[in-house]
């Protein structure tokens, strides 16, 4: 009977040995499952995140920089460009201050530059270590307010010019003053711009063309009313296209709508104001929230070199701030008007810059635009009666 026992206490021993085998077994084979299956998926989203490109978000006037530049920057460093096309300043301030905007680098004016730092805290400090190319255009942040210098990246500029038909005109012309002489009597086109022809307003008359004193913009607002006479059309998109068309014969421009009416019609004149230029600088911007931070310097520094600086005014039609500029310049680059107009820039020639109160501009636009109203009922009707009178004469039978 003892003998039974131990055996079945034996038999029950071995029995409970070999389940717990197979229950460790079974658990070392689980163990190993999950750490295969585990392993695997971080190995999966590590090469996911190793065949993501890099990338960085470019916010600029559709088409400004040109896509071969871009080619080469992403074939050169394996970052790709993402687009984005630019709105006004304010749309670029509200997408900015949400924080999470997609916008690394932005492309813009200087007057976006300037209101971006004085509305919004949106900006990121330039630190200059990490742009190579940045001491060939740092000089020209001197030109900017001090409260917008620290985010400013000086990229290309422009000027304002006469475009002039010299086969319909034989005037001379030197200041801004000519465009008001009487021999230019409907032979004006004007730019449908209210900063810029108050501003030029206010440089005819010698005035300073960012003021904001009452006095002086009442002034200018007489000064380009009185331009009622002169003006033959007002142009949304480029007076210079109606000087070169035939439909004018005078008109003020940026130095690279001249640049592109010059072309069409090389008989045109190209003069610089006597009495100093209007000037626009088109600076680069990174954002405070930029996703990309690093990928941002990478693509501003590449767009500052000497050779991709020419290369997109080239295309632009504008003068690059690269001080480096004239030894990769070519005789094309040369000949456009906002590069040779520039070297005659000197202390009567005036940046635009930002002006918090943009109304009173439009007010003084709209009292010109009024006039023109004004001068087209009047000619409408004198159109009228002089048809009058004519079918009112009697015929020879």
């Known amino acids: 009977m003892k003998a039974q026992g131990k055996h079945k206490a034996l038999s029950a021993f071995l029995l409970w040995r070999n389940k717990g085998d197979i229950m460790r077994k079974l658990f070392l084979v689980a163990l190993a499952t999950i750490l295969l299956l585990s392993c695997g998926c971080s190995f999966t989203v590590k090469q996911e995140e190793a065949e993501k490109p890099e990338t960085v978000g470019l916010y600029m006037q559709e088409g400004f920089i040109p896509e071969k530049i871009l080619a080469a920057f992403t074939k050169e460093t394996g970052i790709k460009v993402k687009c984005y096309n630019l709105s006004d300043a304010k749309v670029v301030q509200k997408k900015l201050e949400t924080g999470i905007s997609p916008f690394d680098l932005i492309i813009g004016d200087n007057i976006m530059l300037e209101s971006l730092s004085a509305e919004a805290d949106v900006l990121h400090t330039v630190d200059a270590s990490k742009l190579s190319n940045y001491a060939q255009v740092s000089a020209h942040t001197k030109a900017l307010p001090e409260y917008a210098r620290e985010y400013a990246i000086p990229y290309m500029r422009t000027c304002t010019v006469f475009v002039h038909d010299v086969m319909t005109t034989r005037a001379p012309i030197t200041s801004y003053a000519s465009m008001w002489a009487p021999y230019f009597k409907e032979r004006i086109s004007v730019a449908e711009a209210p900063r810029l022809m108050t501003s030029i307003a206010l440089k005819s008359k010698g005035h300073p063309i960012n003021t904001t004193e009452a006095a002086l913009l009442d002034d200018a607002k007489n000064t380009l009313c009185a331009l009622k006479d002169n003006t033959y059309t007002i142009s949304s ?113 005036e940046y635009l810059h930002y002006v918090a109160d943009t109304e009173i501009y439009d007010e003084i636009w709209n009292a010109f635009a009024k006039t023109q109203k004004t001068r087209e009922i009047e000619e409408e009707k004198q159109a009228e009666a002089a048809e009058e009178t004519a079918a009112a004469v009697p015929s020879d039978s």
């Open 237 to 349: 998109t480029s007076p210079a296209q109606d000087v070169a068309n035939g439909i004018s014969s005078l008109a003020v421009v940026w130095a690279q709508d001249a640049g592109a009416a010059k072309q069409k019609k090389p008989a045109l004149e190209i003069l610089y104001p006597s009495d100093g230029a209007l000037m626009q600088m088109t600076c680069m911007m990174i954002s405070k929230t930029a996703p990309n931070m690093e990928n941002a310097y990478l693509l501003a520094d590449y767009l500052l070199r000497a050779d991709n600086s020419v290369q997109a005014c080239m295309a632009t039609k504008m003068e690059s701030l690269n001080a480096e500029a004239a030894d990769d310049a070519n005789d094309a680059y040369l000949s456009i008007p906002a590069v040779h107009m520039g070297k005659k820039h000197d202390a009567t020639a």
